[in-house]
């Protein structure tokens, strides 16, 4: 848990760091930060919730949305100098 809350960016290492060292480890102290950072109250409601949302990271969505502008650039023939 510890590894993948600093991989998200949910969480730094100095902070959990700090965190274990007032509080002591455990998986509920884990759990409860993330909910204060982002709401879920466990990495498995998270990975749930956003399956079923079908959210996409934003590199996907640009690489989208250039592909769609090149289709429609050559459907309308934009950029063609022999018109």
């Known amino acids: ?10 969480a730094t290492q100095e902070e959990l760091e700090r965190l274990v060292d007032t509080s002591g ?5 884990m759990n409860n930060l993330l909910y204060v950072r982002t709401g879920y109250h466990s990495r498995e409601e998270m990975d749930e919730k956003k399956q ?3 959210i996409i990271n934003a590199d996907e969505i640009i690489e989208a ?5 090149l289709i ?12």
């Open 1 to 10: 848990m510890w590894n993948w809350l600093v991989d998200m960016g949910i």
């Open 52 to 54: 079923l949302a079908g």
């Open 25 to 29: 480890y455990s998986l509920e102290k």
């Open 72 to 83: 429609v650039d050559k459907k309308l023939n934009w950029g063609d100098d022999e018109k």
């Open 65 to 69: 949305v250039r592909e769609i502008a």
